[in-house]
């Protein structure tokens, strides 16, 4: 199971966050946010750093090894 995406979901939704907002505060694509969110894809480390910053969660929180 893919708790980043879980996780990611979680955090937007209660954050009020649209993927197209994430998006574009990250500087990345539509495409890649819900590659993110559907999980097809996993972000890179650098983009674990920056959600983690923008959401305020731990590294461990995002990739599910903490509550």
């Given at each position: 199971?893919?708790k980043?995406?879980?996780r990611?979901?979680?955090l937007?939704?209660?954050?009020?966050?649209?993927s197209?907002k994430?998006?574009?505060?990250?500087?990345?694509?539509?495409?890649?946010?819900h590659?993110?969110?559907?999980?097809?894809t996993?972000?890179?480390?650098?983009?674990?750093i920056?959600l983690?910053?923008?959401?305020?969660?731990?590294?461990?929180?995002?990739?599910?090894?903490?509550?």
């Amino acid at each position: 199971m893919n708790k980043i995406k879980e996780r990611l979901n979680e955090l937007l939704k209660e954050n009020g966050i649209t993927s197209y907002k994430l998006s574009q505060d990250l500087g990345v694509s539509k495409s890649v946010v819900h590659y993110w969110l559907s999980g097809k894809t996993t972000p890179n480390a650098e983009y674990i750093i920056k959600l983690c910053k923008y959401f305020e969660v731990t590294s461990d929180y995002l990739i599910g090894l903490e509550d």
